[in-house]
């Protein structure tokens, strides 16, 4: 048996299967996205743990032998987030999904740079993560 854990903006899915990949059960839990302002798109690191805990929760009700017989489990989740952590690795703010534009100014600035795109390979876009810790540089330096 083997445990599928997807951490995705909307939801925390989990997928259990046997040796020859069949499904044998599936769960998800809901996330909530917080949008305070036009182009932002946060999210509490701590809703993330608790739903999890939820949708395995609801796999080891209804699959308890199954469950007991986990031999790996693999994780995938969002991309390009900023999940900021201070010295005592306590989350510092909620984190920047993927999806928030508010560092449009620092991602052109950056982009502006050649040597961004040289070393990347890529445009630098505000949804990647270096935009969005410039932004929180400039606007919540504490």
């Known amino acids: 048996m083997y445990l599928g854990i997807d951490l995705g903006t909307s939801a925390v899915k989990i997928l259990l299967v046997d ?47 199954q469950f007991s017989q986990i031999r790996g489990i693999g994780l995938s989740g969002q991309m390009h987030g900023a999940t900021l952590l201070g010295k005592d690795a306590k989350v510092l703010r909620p984190s920047i999904l993927w999806n928030d534009t508010r560092s449009h100014r620092e991602a052109a600035h950056l982009d502006a740079n050649s040597k961004f795109r040289k070393i990347t390979g ?6 990647f993560t270096a935009p969005k810790l410039q932004w929180v540089k400039h606007n919540e330096p504490e």
Do not use: H, M, Y
């Open 122 to 127: 890529n445009v630098v876009f505000p949804g």
């Open 19 to 65: 040796e020859q990949q069949k499904t044998i059960a599936t769960s998800s839990a809901a996330l909530n996205v917080q949008r305070p302002f036009p182009g932002w798109s946060e999210q509490d690191p701590a809703s993330w743990i608790k739903a999890t805990e939820k949708a395995i929760g609801e796999i080891k009700v209804n699959c308890r032998e």
